[in-house]
T-cell receptor, first 114, second 112 residues
Framework: DGGITQSPKYLFRKEGQNVTLSCEQN?????MYWYRQDPGQGLRLIYY???????QKGDIAEGYSVSREKKESFPLTVTSAQKNPTAFYLC?????????????FGSGTQLSVL | QKEVEQNSGPLSVPEGAIASLNCTYS??????FFWYRQYSGKSPELIMS????GDKEDGRFTAQLNKASQYVSLLIRDSQPSDSATYLC????????????FGQGTILTVHP
């Protein structure tokens, strides 16, 4: 079945540590997105990529980094510069950004600080 | 700064009643609007999308859009306990349809 796979489901970060969240899609979608959700809040855009080897900052990019070396993969690194990383992280993809299409979400990664 | 505001809730309705969820948006260039349902600890699930002024119905759900008033609403008829969830309103622009701005969500509880 086609879809978006995020791993791990739960992740714990020690202070000063970088951690990487995985996002893989087999939908052949052009664009991929990372959103952050804090308890009781909506989703906020961290980074997005509309084509391979290109990505743009979203509203809250500080303390995060991404890469898009393959169409299928869009990993997110939470760096030690992100002082409040505890949140639910959602990866999403869309077939094309030029028409109204459905945004597909992965199942999410819950990141907590030890 | 693009903003999407939802009625704060939480909203509690009896089973079988109509639940009304409201949302306003600040960016007039927004062209696409979505309602997502999210259960605790799960990812959002798209339940309605609307792009033109007026009403759009899908089963028990009706979305309403008024671009002049920058207002979007979702009506859930014959509410069921399984409808209990957080409902997220989202708006998208015309240059990149995947870049959505989300509201903070409204918690809906349907009690038997």
């Amino acid at each position: 079945d086609g879809g978006i796979t995020q791993s791990p489901k739960y992740l714990f970060r020690k202070e000063g540590q970088n951690v990487t969240l995985s996002c893989e899609q087999n939908l052949n979608h052009d664009a991929m997105y990372w959103y952050r959700q804090d308890p009781g809040q909506g989703l906020r855009l961290i980074y997005y990529s509309q084509i391979v080897n290109d990505f743009q900052k979203g509203d809250i990019a500080e303390g995060y980094s991404v890469s898009r070396e393959k169409k299928e993969s869009f990993p997110l690194t939470v760096t030690s510069a992100q002082k409040n990383p505890t949140a639910f992280y959602l990866c999403a993809s869309i077939r094309t950004v030029t028409t109204n299409e459905k945004l597909f979400f992965g199942s999410g990664t819950q990141l907590s600080v030890l | 700064q693009k903003e999407v505001e939802q009625n704060s809730g939480p909203l509690s309705v009896p089973e079988g009643a109509i639940a009304s969820l409201n949302c306003t948006y600040s960016d007039r260039v927004s062209q696409s609007f979505f309602w997502y349902r999210q259960y605790s600890g799960k990812s959002p699930e798209l339940i309605m999308s609307i792009y033109s002024n007026g009403d759009k119905e899908d089963g028990r759900f009706t979305a309403q859009l008024n671009k002049a008033s920058q207002y979007v609403s979702l009506l859930i008829r014959d509410s069921q306990p399984s409808d209990s969830a957080t409902y997220l309103c989202a708006a998208g622009g015309g240059t990149s349809y995947g870049k959505l701005t989300f509201g903070q969500g409204t918690i809906l509880t349907v009690h038997p």
